[in-house]
C-alpha cells in the first residue's frame, strides 16, 4: 500500500527528528519535566515483578473518554495504571480519583504545559519501572487496546520479546450513529479496515528507554514482535476536533522542537472555521482530507471495538 503523503509528511518525519535529537538537551528538558511532576507517596521503589503489565498514560480535558479507556485497560488484566494529568479544567481529575478508588491507579500532576510527550512519557515509563512494571502499554486517552483471543496483559506475560507492535485502526465518526449515546466509544462505528502506516509499542521496562513523541516507538535494545490492536477514536464531535487541533498548535508553539515536528497540529490547528468544518463533513462521509493525518485511509466499515473484549477482525463476526 502507498503511505498517503499526508502520512509521510507528518509522522517519518518526526520519528527521524527524534532519532537526532542531542542527549544534552534532552538531559536539560528531562530534569526540568521532573521539577513540575507531583508524584503520590503510592508510587515507592520495589522490585521488578516478572509479568506485571502497567498502563501508562498522560491526559488533558479528556472527561468525554477517560473512564472508559480507564475501564477497558483494566479488564484488559493489566496490574496497575499511571496516570499524569496535565491541568485539566474539566472533569478528567474526578474521573481519575473515582477510577483510583477501586483500582491500582496512580495519578502524577503535570505542572509543566509544554507539550514534551515523548520526554513525559519516558520519565512516567521509568516511573512505573521503579514501581515494580515489568511491561509498560503507554496508551492515549482516546484508544482502545486489544490482543487476540486473549486480554492485553495475558498476552504480554506469554511474550519472549521485548517490544511488542501494536498496530492501529481509526474509528471515526458517521452520519448514522447513535445521538441518544454519550460514550463515544460505544456510539461510534465507522471502522476503518486499512491499517495507519505506522503503529505503537508496548514494551519491557528497561532504565535506558526512551519512548518516542506520540508513543510511537523506543529505543530499546531486545527483540521485537507483533500482537497488539489498538481502536483509535481521534475525533468525536467537530466541538472537540476544532478544540483539540487548536490546543495542539499553541502547546507546540510553546516548544523549541523542530518545525516538522507535530506538522499535523501545525497545520490543521491553524485553519478556520469554515476549513474545520470542511474536514470535518469529509470525516463523517469517509474521505481523506489532505494536511490531516487522522483521517480515513480505506473504506470505512460498521463497527464497534468499543464493545468488543479482544481484537476482531475480518474472519471473525462482531459479537452480538
Not at 116 to 132: F, Y
Request: proline share 7%; net charge negative.
Amino acid at each position: 500500500m502507498e503511505v498517503p503523503y499526508r502520512i509521510r509528511m507528518m509522522v517519518p518525519a518526526d520519528l527521524r527528528v527524534i532519532g537526532r535529537r542531542a542527549l544534552p538537551s534532552a538531559w536539560t528538558e528531562r530534569r526540568t519535566i521532573r521539577r513540575h511532576l507531583v508524584v503520590p507517596d503510592s508510587l515507592r521503589p520495589t522490585p521488578r515483578g516478572p509479568g506485571s503489565v502497567w498502563g501508562v498514560a498522560m491526559m488533558r480535558n479528556e472527561e468525554d473518554t477517560a473512564e472508559h479507556v480507564l475501564e477497558h485497560l483494566c479488564s484488559q488484566d493489566v496490574d496497575a495504571l499511571l496516570v499524569s494529568d496535565n491541568g485539566s479544567t474539566d472533569g478528567t481529575r474526578a474521573i481519575l480519583e473515582s477510577v483510583a478508588a477501586q483500582f491500582p491507579l496512580h495519578i502524577v500532576e503535570d505542572r509543566l504545559v509544554s507539550y514534551a510527550q515523548g520526554a513525559k512519557m519516558t520519565i512516567l515509563a521509568d516511573l512505573a519501572r521503579r514501581s515494580g512494571a515489568d511491561w509498560v502499554v503507554p496508551f492515549d486517552a482516546d484508544e482502545l487496546w486489544f490482543a487476540a483471543d486473549r486480554s492485553v496483559g495475558g498476552f504480554l506475560r506469554t511474550v519472549d520479546s521485548d517490544i511488542v507492535h501494536a498496530r492501529i485502526h481509526d474509528v471515526f465518526p458517521g452520519p448514522a450513529d447513535d445521538a441518544d449515546e454519550t460514550d463515544p466509544f460505544m456510539r461510534l462505528g465507522r471502522f476503518d479496515p486499512e491499517p495507519f502506516p505506522v503503529g505503537k509499542v508496548a514494551f519491557r521496562t528497561n532504565r535506558l528507554v526512551n519512548v518516542a513523541m506520540g508513543n510511537l516507538d523506543v529505543t530499546r535494545r531486545g527483540r521485537r514482535t507483533d500482537g497488539l490492536f489498538i481502536a483509535h477514536y481521534p475525533w468525536r464531535s467537530f466541538e472537540q476536533m476544532a478544540a483539540k487541533l487548536r490546543h495542539g498548535r499553541r502547546a507546540l508553539a510553546e516548544t523549541t522542537l523542530p518545525e516538522l515536528m507535530g506538522i499535523h497540529w501545525r497545520t490543521a490547528g491553524a485553519w478556520s472555521d469554515d476549513q474545520l468544518r470542511a474536514a470535518w463533513d469529509d470525516i463523517v462521509a469517509g474521505r481523506a482530507v489532505d494536511d490531516l493525518s487522522w483521517s480515513p485511509i480505506g473504506t470505512l466499515e460498521d463497527a464497534h471495538p468499543g464493545r468488543w473484549t479482544t481484537w476482531q477482525d475480518e474472519r471473525r463476526p462482531e459479537p452480538v
